[in-house]
């Protein structure tokens, strides 16, 4: 009797002992997003970790799957779950990137279960840092410009508005828009969109398709002059650059099968040889000595009314 009377005594101990030394502190945490920047943070197990993006994630990785889990949903396109899978004391990596080639890192550590005084971070809000740059859209890439959501509205009524119209980014809106554009190439997809005249400046809209299997990243675009020149060794092939006074991407990171529009605003020359064209240059980051030429107009094929820039 006295034997029993031992045990459970001991047991009962036991099990005040671990209620007491498991005490868990939640917190709910803001974080602003910084480039390079690595958050920690605390898990502990029987407990989800919620993670909140300011816009869509595209894919989460953990670097010890043993002992961590990430869940993503497309229900839930900004939410990331972590949780411990081991009750020991665990620690790793995970690293979340977004749509637009945003990248999260973070370091989780796990205290295990029984550990006092747990600290558990709930949920994590990440913030956009504020800039002194005017950024029209929420959902834009913290690495390039982009505009804001435009309803589809004709470039030749812009002047119409109360408001001036921005034409680049009603351009933007307008290549956004277009279903199905003509692609040209093989693994990276382009094509040329709308080239409108704007004052003496011409705006031309592309759209650029990642037809691989891998994430690229692209470089900004290009116009240049090329044509072929006599010379006392022959004809040899010139490329006379042109200057962009301005060009705005939805993103210049692009997953397998995503997409990206683009315009462009530069001043045409004044005149060109017959044997001259314009062209578009778009290439990728690692192999820019394999870039896609697309032929452009050197006249616009439409006007903007109103437009001063």
Known sequence: MKTLLVVIFLTTASGLSQVTASKTEPEVKTVTIEEGAVTTVYLSPGYATSIRLPEEVSSVVVGNAANFKAEHSDSEPRLVFLKPITTR??????????????????HLISEGQGAFQSRVDFLL?????????????????????????????RLDDAHRNSEPADPIAVALAQQKAVATP????????????ESLKFGHETILCFSILNH???????LPPQIELSGRT?????????????????????????????????????????????????ELQLA???????????????????TILGGIR
Do not use: H
């Open 89 to 106: 004391p665990a620690e790793s990596n995970a690293l979340i990137t977004t749509r637009s080639g945003q990248e999260i890192s973070l």
């Open 125 to 153: 809000e990440y913030r956009r840092a504020k800039s002194m740059l005017i950024t029209p859209d929420a959902n834009q890439s913290l690495f390039v410009s982009e505009t804001r959501q435009v309803s589809q509205v």
């Open 182 to 193: 003509p692609w040209a190439g093989k693994e990276l997809q382009a094509a040329v969109g």
């Open 212 to 218: 691989t299997s891998r994430t690229i990243e692209l």
């Open 230 to 278: 006599a010379s006392g060794k022959g004809k040899q092939i010139k490329a006379e650059p042109i200057a962009i006074a301005e060009y705005r991407m939805t993103t210049r990171r692009l997953g397998p099968g995503e997409r990206a529009d683009g315009v462009v605003l530069f001043e045409r020359p004044t005149f060109k040889e017959s044997t001259e064209k314009l």
């Open 284 to 302: 990728e980051a690692d192999q820019v000595d394999r870039p896609i030429l697309l032929p452009i107009p050197f006249t616009a094929t439409a």
